[in-house]
């Protein structure tokens, strides 16, 4: 789950102090629909800042790597879910895109 996707009580960070403290009293859409198709949340992934960048790179947590060149950032928003392990050993991720987004591949 994208680290912008709220889940009742878990804190969202956006990867922004901004939202430090905060738990959200609702689930998202998507964690309702997840929940319901039975799925369990175990972890959230690592965006930009508030999900505006094209670099996955925040000051919360840092920089997620590309995990075949570690020079390089998966990048956007779904960066963090793009660097995350193989589907083996977990389901996959959920990933989304703001509407006025811009795809830099």
Request: proline residues 12%; positive net charge; glycine residues 10%.
């Amino acid at each position: 789950l994208k680290d912008s996707m709220c889940g009742r009580g878990v804190p969202p960070t956006c990867s922004s102090r901004i939202l430090e403290g905060w738990r959200p009293p609702y689930d998202a859409t998507v964690v309702e629909h997840l929940s319901a198709a039975g799925a369990v949340v175990i972890g959230k992934t690592n965006t930009p800042e508030l999900t505006l960048s094209y670099e996955t790179d925040n000051l919360v947590y840092g920089r997620t790597n590309n995990p075949w060149d570690v020079m390089r950032t998966p990048g956007g928003s779904s960066g963090g879910a793009a660097a995350t392990p193989p589907p083996s050993s977990s389901s996959e991720p959920s990933r989304g895109d703001l509407p006025r987004r811009t795809r830099r591949p």
